[in-house]
């Protein structure tokens, strides 16, 4: 999706999480292709931001117990 980044980050990410990411790396190499972890954790970061931006807003804004009854 996107080209190379020049920002290195730490991302922390769960045991499930990875075990999914080695699940679709595996399923890649399967069928002839070559990924990293690098990668995938980078293309997930891109369907976060231009397919579920709203989703993501809206799960992580602040919340009254007015909105939950409203």
Avoid: C
Avoid at 49 to 68: A, L, T
Wanted: aromatic share 6%; charged share 30%; proline share 1%.
């Amino acid at each position: 999706m996107t080209g190379k980044n020049n920002v290195a980050k730490l991302v922390y990410i769960s045991d499930e999480q990875k075990e999914k990411l080695m699940e679709i790396k595996n399923m890649v190499t399967e069928i002839g292709g070559n990924t990293s972890l690098n990668e995938l954790i980078r293309d997930a970061i891109d369907v976060a931001i231009y397919f579920h931006k709203n989703e993501i807003v809206e799960q992580h804004k602040p919340r009254s117990i007015i909105d939950k009854w409203s």
